[in-house]
């Protein structure tokens, strides 16, 4: 099973950029596709990005289209999160997790397994 541990949340100002990172330890994240996922507080955690294992295809959430993109270092075991044009609408803490099932699955959360702590997003108007 990986482990995954993400970093680089933290405070920003709206229209500001932040780059998330997730770091695989264990077995390694290049064997997943993986996604990103956010929880804001009274709110459901949701689907924000995923990626397989090649990197060949994304799939996004259609309220970060455009302004986010996920990518990968396969050789790093690290999976990333560029956050563009960041609002108020963004805060909340985000998590990555590798999916454990087929691709065209990697976007409900009951596909994911073996979650990060998560990284918080902060975001000053």
């Known amino acids: 099973q990986v482990q995954l541990v993400e970093s680089g949340g933290g405070l920003v100002q709206a229209g500001g950029s932040l780059r998330l990172s997730c770091a695989g330890s264990?077995?390694?994240?290049?064997?997943?596709?993986m996604g990103w996922f956010r929880q804001a507080p009274g709110t459901e955690r949701e689907f924000v990005a995923s990626i397989t294992v090649s990197g060949g295809s994304t799939y996004y959430a259609d309220f970060v289209k455009g302004r986010f993109t996920i990518s990968r270092d396969n050789a790093k075991n690290t999976v990333y999160l560029q956050m563009n044009n960041l609002g108020p609408e963004d805060m909340a803490i985000y998590y990555c997790a590798a999916c454990l099932d087929l691709w065209n699955r990697c976007r409900r959360k009951e596909a994911f397994g073996s979650w990060g702590q998560g990284t918080q997003v902060t975001v000053s108007s």
């Open positions: 264990g077995r390694t994240v290049s064997t997943y596709d």
